[in-house]
């Protein structure tokens, strides 16, 4: 079946513009996260959904960055008035619960260059 | 900030030797994955351990873990060139995941 998609694939933004990153998890996932990975660093965690609901967004780095998921599917990740410091891939992952684990399943990425 | 440390950051074999990656992570898990990750690609999990588990076993992937020293580590055996990638061990944090930096795994052939 289909996996994570995530578009864009690329996105040049020029420093503050505002942009909109887009993922589509798999059909029936609960959980959905979004991650920022800088070049040569594992994944930082910034936002947790379980369905609609957005549990936890402690990892966003500044009020600049919101993500919504309004119908419990498809999410979007928006950053206002992107910085250069914002240049980075953003992941998208989906999750079932089972068994208390969350096994994750990532789409490719969006790498965001900020100009 | 990242939860877990990848040992070490690279590590260039030949086709056919054995890679070992080691992982430290600073607080209590109940489970702890490893993930890998293609250049230019999204992370793919390969295998997770429990806490209450101490070695696991997947194909050519060998997985231990000591929760006394906080610490697991990764032994990919007879490795290959399509081996070569970024893996990242990660645990679980409330409600979230914490990945490490990565060891970066270049496979010659």
Redesign the interface.
């Known amino acids: 079946g289909a996996g ?1 998609s995530q578009s864009p694939r690329y996105k040049v933004a020029k420093r503050g513009q505002d942009v909109a990153l887009r993922c589509d998890p798999i059909s029936g996932h609960v959980s959905l ?1 979004w ?1 920022q990975q800088a070049l ?6 910034l936002t ?1 959904f ?1 369905n609609e609901a957005q ?2 967004k402690s ?1 966003l780095p500044s009020d600049r960055f919101f993500a919504e998921r309004p119908e419990g599917s498809v999410s979007t990740l928006k950053i206002q008035r992107t910085q250069q410091e914002d240049s980075a891939v953003y ?1 998208c ?1 989906s999750s079932l619960r089972v068994a ?10 969006t790498r965001l260059t900020v100009t | 900030s990242q939860q877990g440390e990848e040992d070490p950051q690279a590590l260039s074999i030949q086709e056919g030797e054995n890679a070992t990656m080691n992982c430290s992570y600073k607080t209590s898990i109940n489970n702890l994955q490893w993930y890998r990750q293609n250049s230019g690609r999204g992370l793919v999990h390969l295998i997770l351990i429990r806490s209450n588990e101490r070695e696991k076993h997947s194909g050519r992937l060998r997985v231990t873990l000591d929760t006394s020293k906080k610490s697991s580590s990764l032994l990919i055996t007879a490795s290959r060139a399509a081996d070569t990638a970024s893996y990242f061990c990660a645990t679980e944090f409330g409600n979230d995941m914490r990945f490490g930096a990565g060891t970066r795994l270049t496979v010659k052939p």
Do not use: H, I, R, S
């Not at chain 1, 040569?40 to 965690?45: N, R």
């Open positions: 994570v996260f991650y040569g660093q594992g994944p930082e965690f947790y379980q549990l936890d990892g992941l992952a208390g684990v969350y096994e994750q399943y990532f789409g490719p990425g």
